[in-house]
């Protein structure tokens, strides 16, 4: 299936690591103009250079910043032609806390960037999504938001949120722009290959590590998705192919969700 992306200009926020780095990948295998972002110079230039294409705009952008958001969105303007197709809005983490341990001050920064990392980019890309035949918007979220998980309790609550704020702007930013979400299970990537570093028992392979994560979060598909999984469902989502899907949210779980 052709997904149209061929001339199409794309941004990736935390495009640098992971299923950003993926998405990036698969867009300009796709023909795409894509543009990244990430706060770590080192990893986006290690980026860029594992992705070498002259349709490639990396740039240093911390997506809470509001500032730094609004300089990404000019340049992204000047160097895309003043119009944007689909903005991917991936960047972030999970945190790990339960109720008891999760101060205030912790609280309020999972809030902080689960939805500033959806709202401070949306607000600056809108006006170019404005300008664009087709344009789309894709949050990256979690199945956390459907079914939340004790020991990431304050991530859960904020991924329900976003998945509520996204259902709201695929209303108001209708028919002109569609707005869709992946919800994700565990995905192979930067924050789980740092836990796997972290590991209690360093005797432990990799494949027995993550055997056995899988094992214990009772994934039907037996094992951790890999990054290029999401990033096809993302651009999917993102595609002219998803003309008449807006307002939905796209599980890639390996089938981990319990509802129906
Ligand atoms: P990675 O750690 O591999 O990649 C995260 C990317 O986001 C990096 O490029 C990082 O670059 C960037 N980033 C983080 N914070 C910011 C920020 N404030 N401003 C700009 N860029 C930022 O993680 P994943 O690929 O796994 O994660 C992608 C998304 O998927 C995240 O939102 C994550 O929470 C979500 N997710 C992942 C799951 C999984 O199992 N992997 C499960 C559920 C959700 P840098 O640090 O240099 O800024």
Known sequence: MDLGYAGRVAVVTGGTSGIGLAT????LAEGARVAICGRDA???????ALLGSERL????????DAAQVAAFAQAVAEWGGGSLDLLVNNAGQGRVSTFGNTSDADWRQELDLKFFSQILPIRAFKPLLDKAAAPAIVAVNSLLALQPEPHMVCTSAARAGVQSLMKSLATEFAPRIRVNSILL??????????RFA??????QTRE???SALANEKKIPLARLGEPEEPARAILFL???AASYITGASLEVSGGVSRHI
Do not use: H, T
Not at 57 to 64: E, N, T, Y
Not at 185 to 194: A, E, M, P, Y
């Open 238 to 240: 993102g595609s002219p």
């Open 57 to 64: 705009l990396a740039m240093r952008c911390d997506v809470l």
């Open 42 to 48: 080192g990893r986006l230039e290690a980026a860029s």
């Open 208 to 210: 027995q590590w993550y």
């Open 185 to 194: 299970g565990l995905v192979d990537s930067g924050q789980w290959q740092r």
């Open 198 to 203: 972290a590991r209690a028992d360093q005797s």
């Open 24 to 27: 990036a990948k698969l867009l």
